[in-house]
């Protein structure tokens, strides 16, 4: 490593001798040139400069276009996303609104069934009820026992009044 320094060292001695050696020619010298100064080289420079700025300015200009076209192409997916998602949340309310109302028919039809079930029941009960007044008459009509007869009828006619089956009431006035 001392060797390279030493070797920067004289390769920096020599060059300053140099430019010393130079500078002292050009003031011996009693007759200097004047500086020469080409135009066309500084013209052409000057060109070089202009294209160069130019290049960079269309370099930029591309680039800004690019960059417009990037935010643009962005701010229209971000618009995308967020129409998607109002769809989407839309979607979930409506199905979660169907489910719900699926639910409620379900319930209705099992309620509708119950109550179908619960009137066919009653019914039944009634329609028991109404032939078990009309046997009640017949046996009384049969043992001439008229108190209880006329109670049987009562029965089948209250029995009646309140929903029974019409049908029966012609077998009950042939008793």
């Given amino acids: 490593m001392k060797q390279n320094q ?16 130079a500078v002292a020619d050009r003031q011996d010298g009693a007759e200097m ?11 052409q ?6 294209e160069s700025v130019q290049c960079l300015h269309e370099l930029l200009a591309a680039r800004s276009e690019a960059l417009e076209a ?12 967020e129409q998607q ?15 719900k109302q699926s639910t409620i028919e379900n319930k209705q ?13 009653f019914s039944e009960i009634e329609q028991n009820d109404v032939e078990n007044a009309i046997q009640t008459a017949e046996l009384a ?13 009562a ?3 209250r029995l009646l009044q309140n929903g029974g089956n019409p049908s029966l009431t012609a077998g009950a006035q042939q008793v």
Avoid: W, Y
């Fill in 6 to 21: 030493t070797h920067t060292t004289d390769n920096s001695a020599d060059h300053t001798r140099e430019t010393d050696q």
């Fill in 33 to 43: 040139e004047p500086a020469v100064v080409d135009v066309e080289q500084i013209e």
């Fill in 45 to 50: 420079m000057g060109k070089d400069v202009i």
């Fill in 70 to 81: 990037c935010r643009s192409a962005v701010v229209e997916q971000a618009s995308e996303l």
């Fill in 85 to 99: 998602q109002q769809a989407l949340e839309q979607q979930a309310i409506q199905l979660e609104m169907a489910d």
């Fill in 109 to 121: 039809a099992d309620t509708a069934v119950k109550q179908s079930t619960a009137v066919k029941n």
């Fill in 141 to 153: 009509s049969a043992a001439g026992n008229s108190q209880l007869f006329d109670a049987a009828i």
């Fill in 155 to 157: 029965d089948i006619a």
